[in-house]
């Protein structure tokens, strides 16, 4: 009989309002016994925490201050007891039994990931099966459902995945060189194929995840310059030249691009990419190849 595993849920969250208690009630109310689940508080002001002052048994609470996403989910993930870490939004709901198969998924060594589909909450019919890099603006785009048991997918999305405790270790966890918000869902999954894991999405079980209608909808705020920032950060630490310059004039023309090109400058990426590239069992050649990405060239360095 396979051994019940011990799970950890992380969550970083930022303003959420009354959805993180519900988010926290999902993951109590599903996740085996002996589970533990880390709130991890970037600096919120709307008391969405509140609930959190009850004591709920097997929840941690952790408190940072505007950290960003990357460092506040490693930080969770180094006050998580489980040998399987799942990293979930603020803003999520849960069936019974969707943990399983994603743990199942996980008992092949090779697999360092392994991810839901995520459903609209509020349309149930719109749901995506990992995601994509279509265009060099590095913007992740949701696939449709290919397979009817787990597969390979390029990118997982940060919505809610689940690795084991010693390859998220080994790899070192998210970027903290990833700015706030934004890419790091992108550059983990990259990262993670280029050092010869697979990350796998199990289609027979879906979440929930509330999208916002807009950027503006946000309860925090979200500079551009970070976002660019994010981009140029992986494409530079794990692409070729030819396509670090595709992404640059893809995003050449976007908001707070300027800006974000300078905070890439000022990074330490020539190291971060050669120690990677010691690491690495594949270049993201292979990588393209994999999942058949193909970004047309652009001719004119004008455009």
Known sequence: MRAQPRISAVIATLNEGPRLESTVEGLR????????????????????????????????????????????????????????????????SFPRGWWEPLVEALENGS??????????IDDSSCIGYGMSLPAPDLTANWLLRAASR??????????????????FQRTGGFDEGILRWG???????????????????????????????????RPYPVEWSWVQHNKLRVAFVHFSQARRWMVARALK??????????????DSLVARRQQLGRLRAHDDDWFFQKFAIHWEQETNLDK
């Open 253 to 266: 023309k976007e908001e707070g691009f300027s800006a974000g090109f300078q905070l890439a400058l000022n």
């Open 111 to 120: 697999v360092a990931a392994a991810a839901p589909a995520v459903a609209d």
């Open 29 to 92: 109310s599903t996740l085996p016994p002996g589970s533990d689940i880390v709130v991890v508080d970037d600096g919120s002001a709307d008391n969405s925490l509140a609930f959190l002052d009850r004591s709920p048994q097997g929840v941690k609470r952790i408190s940072l201050e505007h950290a960003g996403a990357p460092r506040a989910r490693n930080a969770g993930a180094a006050h998580a007891a489980g040998d399987i870490l799942v990293f979930s939004d603020a803003h999520m």
């Open 150 to 167: 787990p597969y390979s997918v390029p990118i997982l999305p940060g919505a809610c995945w689940a690795m084991r405790r010693e390859v």
């Open 183 to 217: 890419s790091e869902d992108v550059e983990f999954s990259i990262r993670l194929w280029l050092l010869g894991y697979e990350l796998r999405i199990v289609p027979e079980v879906a979440v929930g995840h509330w999208f916002r209608e807009s950027g503006e909808d």
